[in-house]
Every structure is written in C-alpha cells, then in structure tokens.
C-alpha cells in the first residue's frame, strides 16, 4: 500500500498522540516507499510517517531508536511519543511514528560541502550507537562474492533474455572494476543511515543545522560506500563535468570533520560501483523494465554507467589528502 495517508488514517495515529487536527493536512513529498503528511496540531505542525510495509518491525524499531539517537544529537527532528512512551504505533498492519516538523528553507544539494560535513556529523554520531535490538540490521547487503550471485539469478530457468543481458553487464563491470572477496570481507562494518541523500536532508531553521530523516534502511555496512552514494544520490544531475572537482571537495569536507582512512579512500570508488553492479533487487535493461522500481532502476544504471567511465578520475579525486 502507497497510497496517501487518509484523514480518518492520520486522525487516529494522532489520537494514540493525544493530538487533534486543527487544519486540512496535506502530503509531503518527502518518501517514495513510505508515505508521510503534515498536520498542524496544539502541538504545533507535525509529520505523520506510514511505515513501509517492505520493512519487519524489528526494523522499523532500529529505525525509530537510531532516530532518537540522532535527535539527541541535534543530527535529527524531534520524535513524538504516546502517553505510554511508545515511538510507533500499530493501526491495522502498517506501523506510525510522529516527528516535530522542520520546513527546508533551503537544501543540502546547494554546496556539496555543506552535505560533506552534515554526512561526517552522522557518521560520527552513529559511531557511538548501541541499539537495544539489532532487528534485521541487513536492508544493505554486502554479498562476499556478487558474480556468484548473479550467476545464480541467470542460471534460473524462468530468467529471460533481458535479465540475462542485464546480468552479462553487471558481471562485466565487477570483473573489471569490483573488489576482490577477500577485499570485501576486509571491509569493516559500521552503522550507517542507508538512503544519505539530499532530499532526506532537512534545514533545521537556523544557519547550519541540519536534520536527517528516513532511517528506515539503517544497516551495519561499509561506511566509504554511504560517503559515495550520499553524493551520487545528491548531484546525478549536476553539470558532471564538475562531477570529479565537487566530489573531491565535498570528501575534503567530511575528512574536516572525521577521518577517512588512506585504504578506504582508494577502495571506495571500486567498493560503491561493486555494491551498486551487485544489486539484486531491480533489474532495468535500456530496452525497458525487467522487474520493479523502473525508474529508480532506470536511473541507476545510468548513474553507474557514469562512475564506471570516470572510475580513474573519481579514484584520484577520493585519494586527495587522503589521511595517513
């Protein structure tokens, strides 16, 4: 179910809040597998979150306490609770949760620096989090050997060509450009937001405060793979020309706030394209959709597609003043 949040469906979340409806609330545009609205209340505007049922509750649980612990580090809005201190409530088979709202005034994606540093913050923040129950802890995979996995996904009988063709490229690149299993197994994992973006950063109303929202794919993952993708995510569409210059300077903005490793800055390139060309989950081929989440697909492999021709540059750039 993604359908938007109906007033009778906020209504009651708000009530187990003991908060009422003072205005027509509208949606947000703000989530593309959960669905979000804004409410003005007594308490003041508030976002009104319905969890994707994608995720297991243990999930959605380890998303609402890195959540708090974000909070407490002023790294993220404010979660409302119920009288009896629940984060979350259950309505019939989706799961709620309710934050103090922050209008973005202006975005991270204007000056990838600002987006360096607010990343590092994060990543600094986590670094000290300790969850009562890992939950599921696994939205990201590291698979140990991905060709084998998609070798797998091709062998199967009911694949077509398409997934077959699709596969055949991913294969291409990870022998070409992926990390050997023994540099996968090497990679230390870390507690990471799982979808850093632009869009899942909001101005938090004075000048250099910023709020994460969108927890719900915490994972314990390779950290230099978040430090990519959060920049891919957030200027795929940006003069790519400049692509190599910005990202270097956006890496010399989160090594100001927290180091990065020599060994990872020079595996990092080849660590994000190994994840992105082992992705299982959607396939999108140039002559279409195979399975799922077209566009999304669509727009990855075009991205991918991108990193892989400029693998050299973007190495030498995550190179530049490397940590010792």
Same mark, same amino acid.
């Given at each position: ?89 259950? /309505? ?16 991270? &994606? ?31 995979? /590291? ?15 009911? &694949? ?19 990390? &050997? ?15 850093? %973006? ?49 990202? &270097? ?5 989160? %090594? ?13 390139i080849d660590l994000y394209i190994t994840v992105q060309a082992?992705?299982? %989950? ?43």
């Amino acid at each position: 179910m993604n359908a938007p949040i109906t007033p009778a469906e906020l209504r009651a979340c708000l009530d187990r809040y003991a908060l009422r409806v003072l205005q027509q609330p509208h949606a947000l545009s703000h989530g593309t597998v959960s669905r979000v609205s804004l409410a003005q209340t007594q308490h003041g505007p508030v976002v009104v979150k319905r969890h994707s049922g994608r995720f297991e509750p243990a999930q959605i649980h380890l998303a609402l306490e890195a959540h708090a612990h974000a909070c407490a580090h002023d790294l993220a809005p404010p979660l409302l609770t119920t009288a009896e201190g629940q984060r979350a409530v259950l /309505l019939g088979p989706f799961w709620y949760s309710v934050t103090e709202y922050a209008e973005t005034v202006q975005s991270a &994606a204007d000056d990838h620096r600002v987006l360096g540093r607010a990343v590092a913050a994060l990543h600094t923040c986590l670094s000290q989090f300790t969850p009562t129950n890992e939950g599921t802890a696994g939205v990201l995979q /590291l698979h140990q050997d991905p060709i084998a996995v998609l070798r797998r996904i091709q062998a199967d009988r009911a &694949a077509g060509s398409q997934i077959h063709d699709e596969i055949d490229w991913r294969v291409s690149i990870l022998q070409k450009a992926g990390l &050997a299993a023994e540099e996968l197994a090497a990679c230390p994992r870390e507690w990471v937001h799982g979808d850093v %973006r632009s869009e899942n950063l909001l101005a938090a109303g004075s000048p250099g405060r910023w709020w994460f929202i969108d927890f719900d794919q915490i994972s314990r993952f390779p950290r230099p793979y978040e430090i990519v993708r959060a920049f891919a995510a957030s200027f795929r569409t940006s003069a790519r020309i400049a692509f190599a210059r910005q990202f &270097a300077e956006y890496l010399a903005a989160y %090594r100001d706030v927290r180091p990065i490793p020599a060994h990872e800055s020079a595996q990092m390139i080849d660590l994000y394209i190994t994840v992105q060309a082992g992705e299982t %989950r959607t396939f999108t081929t140039p002559e279409g959709e195979v399975r799922g989440m077209a566009d999304y697909a669509r727009t990855r492999r075009q991205l991918l597609t991108w990193i892989v021709k400029h693998r050299d540059e973007l190495t030498a750039a995550a190179r530049q003043g490397a940590d010792i």
